[in-house]
């Protein structure tokens, strides 16, 4: 039996997934049983298709399946300014020749739970509509997740509303489904993922790697940093390779556990993560909540993942 940690990872590719993606592809600490897709950064076709071409760029053979092409309930809300027209920003990776799954990324996942003898984790880095719906339809394997280690949501200030972090804000109602179910949960959002930052300098090294994914992260790293710029930094934040850093190494963030619900009336705080501080409202903490990040670590962790390929 091997001891690497058994991962599916949901994502919506995306700049940042992509990297989450080609950070995890060659870590001997993971095993990726799957990729799964939603709709999110742009539409469930493009990612998807995205997912495809990545993997395959990278050499990563894992069975891919898509998901939802909307929220459970609102409609689908895509952040082509961040990642382009085409959801990576029309970087230059060619056509995919691999096929997707012929079932959906939820039987999928529920297909790898039955068949695996040991738990597994689940890394969603999009909005959670696959996530939820997966729980809805299988509650009898709840147990067999180990823990949903996720990038969305922030305590502290969001990314799309001045309370609400993007994946969580297009899906509110799924997340809430994530949060009350009792599955373990490690919450990466962007109290941590702001601290993430991978600067110019180090965009330049991954760049000179001496291997075509060194140069297409670099490249996808320096597209980000440009929608960056407004926010004053040379670089830019990581939000979707933190979650993979984390459950990599878990030692990477400081957590702290807390109370934490979703809004979903708000007028102006739909799809916030109210993190219950203060001894009365703390009660039934169901999320590890990441606060802090070695950052060197982690971006030391980032050039050793793409220095892997070949
Ligand atoms: C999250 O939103 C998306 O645009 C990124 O891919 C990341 O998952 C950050 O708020
Ligand atoms: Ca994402």
Redo the contacts with the bound molecule.
Sequence with gaps: MTDKIPVIID???????AV?LLMAGRNENIDIKAVTVVA??QTLEKVGNNALRILEYGGIHVPVSFGFEKPMVRKLNI?AE??GEDGLYGAKIPKSTMKPSDIHAIDLMAKILKESDRKITFIP??PLTNIAMFLRRYPELKDKIERIVL??G?INGG??TSSA???IY?DPEAADIVFRSKVPITMC??DV?HKAIVFKEEIEKIKSIDNKIGKLVGETLENLSKYHVEDGIEGC?L??PVAIACVINPSIVKTMPLKVDIELQGKYTRGATVGNFGRRFNHNPNADVAFDIDRESFVQELIESMKRYR
Excluded: R
């Design positions: 994502c919506d590719p995306g700049l940042d997934d989450a999110g950064n952040a961040v990642h880095i999009g990038m969305g922030a990314n799309m972090e993007f994946n297009v959002g962007l993922t934040y939000h979707d």
